[in-house]
């Protein structure tokens, strides 16, 4: 839970009395929800928090300023500003010069006075009405004046006017963010600590086109926003309010007065820290972390991803050690992660969302990460406590759509917003959310800023981009009739394509050394060729870095789950990814997808007894490490959960407890994982030719009736691993298997049967020799004992 910051007396304005609650009958008091609070508290004025009064402030002569009734304000003027619906309240506020002195009028609400206090001495502010004060300053402008505000029981509190500075963002932050071209667009907008003409306190910025009003409500306000309305800055839609005296920890929400009349509190879309749910206000904050991975961001790049060992571990943080935060997290996962051997982990969303059933995929806070483990810098310590272990850290990104709750993106300023104007754009029918507008230059700018912000603040090594084919296709899970063609007649979202190929070559031209990686699961042609580069029909590639190959995952389970009898007729299952496998740059992915909802973990989808099912699982992981492309691990998968996974349980760690009974059976699986990387890392066969055609051979491709597949892995050097797979439960002797000529004999690598994974222990000897005896269409080939379903790899002697 994200800490109420503790506030002195004089830094909070004081509540109303009695006699002035009538002021708030028209905008009572609201909750962070945006109902009305029940806690007991009178709303207050709704002006910025405060300071202390200092000893400067009490040495100001009392001498009294001469004072008149100021020109009153325009009806129409004063009313839109008491209603939150005026777009300059910089212009109505402050000190402003007029034709014999200037101006100084104040929005208070519940203030029982008003006085200005300037070097030369001090004015008390006629009341207006509704907290209005306001008093004409015969002369010349003061150098500077503070304002002391009373309320009903003595309260008195001295604070700077916020309504006297000109505004904080720059036109070029207004240029950029209008033409959807920034960048670093959370420097603009959002809430930020700073100090201005020597006085700290927090910038507020918040886009908002259409909004006739915004006002900040807070926690140092009890979240009425009559005081504290915000100015638009123009035809960029940004509305801007700097608060002296705000700082780190500070609760606030948007009040946005829609142009249908309606009032919202909205969370900041900006927002770089959350409270935690179920509570939804925005907090204020900056960071302080100091990193320690400079040696990890310079090297990262040295070599392309696609060849590159690449073995992820995918994780849900909030359930793989449940009750733990991220710096408790950072004590464990990297130590577990690196002793496995995976290079990668793949954290599911971190984002912040509302409902921990949606895993994180329905975002409210896309700058924020969840604050159900802790605030940002304690998320930075874990990402950096895992680079200081050579480990890469990728995340889940979800820019396809985003969930309804009337707090956050939905219809953000009384109009679709983020979301498309066209409902059978902007509803998603799967899920019952809102699909992005990525036509609209500035919600396309706040996703590919959201991109770069994850690899620049936090230091993501990549981003796993989140159901890609329902941002690709107009009829996307929609019957006829149901979506509206792009304008060339076809289904193809061509807003969403050129987004992804904004997002992608900004993220690869910032952030060297970063992969993106695709979830598509169709055959969109290009996902991973450049987007300079046309393919065959003339378009250019989405320019992601990697691809999940949905395919592969999908035949290969079908083929697994049958029994070993059925096989021969499957056969084709495992094989037909090889006629596709050089079409994209891919990554293998038994991912928490595959073992939820009734799906069965992985070794549960294997036939036979409890050891034919882990021989399954085993052999299966072999051929996945053995097979082109990089490789993706759900956590519980690596030690032969039996048991699907479940967001408010975890992984079943109690199965690896040394007092279970069968823990050598999930030790053993676990023990097989931690060589299959080993190997893999240290055999550039596996991986250094990932994604071309010549770093593969079929040996044998076409045993179905043994269930048997053979293949080669070459390096860059032409170093070979033979990697085999027999999928039926007996042992095969003298298998022969043709081989390249030039290897005198071949030794095991890895082999699945082990006893020490829990295998039979059929052995391969020690050395096996090649013979001059023609198999499979070589001159050269070796018998070799194939364990049953079982994986063996063996390397040149």
């Not at 300023?65 to 009153?72: F, K, Y």
């Amino acid at each position: 839970m994200t800490p109420r910051p503790e506030v002195p007396d004089t830094f909070r304005s004081a509540p109303p009395s009695a006699s002035s609650a009538s002021r708030t009958a028209k905008a009572p008091r609201t909750g962070t929800d945006g109902k009305p609070a029940t806690d007991g508290k009178p709303a207050t004025d709704g002006q910025a928090a405060p300071r202390p009064r200092t000893p400067a402030a009490e040495e100001v002569p009392a001498t009294p300023l001469a004072v008149r009734v100021a020109p009153a304000l325009d009806e129409g003027e004063r009313a839109r500003l008491l209603a939150g619906a005026h777009h300059d309240p910089h212009g109505l506020l402050g000190l402003h010069p007029v034709a014999d002195g200037h101006v100084v009028r104040v929005l208070r609400p519940f203030a029982r006075s008003v006085t200005v206090v300037t070097p030369d001495g001090s004015a008390q502010l006629p009341h207006e009405a509704d907290g209005l004060f306001a008093g004409l300053l015969p002369g010349a402008r003061p150098s500077s004046y503070r304002l002391r505000v009373a309320y009903e029981g003595g309260t008195v509190v001295e604070t700077e006017d916020a309504y006297r500075f000109l505004p904080t963002l720059g036109e070029l932050d207004l240029h950029l963010i209008s033409e959807g071209r920034h960048e670093q667009l959370w420097q603009a907008l959002g809430a930020h600590p700073m100090t201005v003409d020597g006085v700290a306190g927090t910038r507020f910025t918040v886009w908002a086109p259409n909004a006739l009003g915004v006002r900040l409500a807070s926690d140092f306000n009890y979240w009425d926003g009559t005081g504290c309305p915000m100015r638009s800055l123009g035809s960029s839609g940004v509305w801007e309010l700097f608060l002296p005296g705000v700082g780190e920890g500070t609760r606030y929400k948007f009040d946005v007065h829609g142009p249908d009349g309606v009032r919202s509190l909205r969370a900041d879309p900006m927002a770089r820290r959350t409270e935690c749910p179920p509570d939804t206000a925005s907090v204020v904050t900056s960071s302080t972390y100091a990193w320690q991975d400079a040696e990890w961001l310079a090297g990262r790049a040295a070599r392309p991803v696609h060849a590159s060992p690449f073995s992820v571990y995918e994780v849900h943080l909030p359930s793989w050690r449940p009750g733990l935060g991220y710096r408790e997290l950072a004590e464990q996962l990297p130590r577990y992660v690196k002793d496995l051997g995976f290079t990668h982990v793949e954290l599911m969303p971190v984002c912040e969302h509302p409902f921990g059933g949606s895993w994180g995929y329905q975002v409210t806070g896309y700058y924020a990460p969840t604050a159900r483990l802790g605030g940002p810098d304690d998320f930075r310590y874990l990402v950096d406590a895992l680079h200081r272990e050579g480990i890469g850290v990728l995340m889940d990104w979800v820019p396809a759509h985003f969930p309804k709750d009337d707090w956050a993106l939905a219809r953000f300023d009384g109009t679709p917003l983020y979301e498309h104007p066209d409902p059978r754009r902007a509803e998603h029918p799967d899920w019952g959310t809102l699909e992005f507008d990525y036509g609209r230059t500035e919600v396309r700018n706040f996703l590919v800023a959201n991109a770069v912000y994850w690899c620049e603040e936090f230091h993501i090594d990549g981003l796993r981009v989140d159901a890609v084919a329902s941002m690709l296709y107009l009829d996307y899970s929609r019957e006829y009739g149901d979506w509206a063609p792009n304008e060339h007649g076809g289904r193809e979202n061509l807003d969403a394509v050129r987004f992804l190929q904004e997002m992608n070559a900004t993220v690869y031209r910032r952030c060297p050394g970063v992969v993106t990686v695709a979830e598509e699961s169709t055959a969109w042609d290009g996902v991973t060729r450049p987007t300079h580069e046309t393919g065959p029909h003339g378009v250019g590639g989405l320019g992601f870095g990697l691809k999940w190959n949905m395919g592969w995952m999908h035949d290969s389970l079908v083929y697994a789950s049958k029994e070993p009898v059925h096989r021969k007729y499957h056969h084709n299952e495992m094989t037909f990814s090889m006629v596709y496998a050089y079409s994209e740059n891919y990554v293998l992915p038994i991912s928490h997808d595959e073992v939820v909802h009734g799906k069965g973990a992985l070794v549960a989808k294997m036939p036979g007894d409890w050891w034919q099912q882990r021989a399954n699982h085993r052999a299966y992981l072999g051929y996945m490490w053995a097979h082109p492309g990089k490789q993706l691990l759900f956590m519980g998968q690596e030690f032969a959960q039996g048991g699907e996974w479940r967001e408010d349980q975890g992984p079943d760690w109690w199965l690896l407890d040394p007092a279970y009974s069968a823990r050598g059976d999930h030790a053993g699986v676990q023990n097989l994982v931690r060589d299959l990387n080993t190997v893999y890392t240290a055999t550039p066969a596996l991986w250094e030719r990932d994604t071309q055609p010549s770093g593969f051979a079929w040996i044998e491709a076409d045993a179905a009736d043994d269930n048997v597949f053979a293949f080669l892995r070459y390096a860059a050097d032409g170093s070979p691993l033979l990697a085999v797979s027999n999928f039926s439960p007996v042992v095969r002797h003298a298998y022969r298997l043709g081989v390249p000529d030039g290897v005198p004999a071949w030794r095991e690598a890895l082999n699945t049967d082990a006893a020490r994974y829990g295998g039979s222990g059929v052995e391969v000897p020690e050395l096996v020799k090649s013979e001059p005896v023609t198999s499979q269409g070589r001159p050269s080939s070796i018998a070799l004992t194939l364990p049953p379903l079982a994986t063996v790899w063996l390397r040149p002697a």
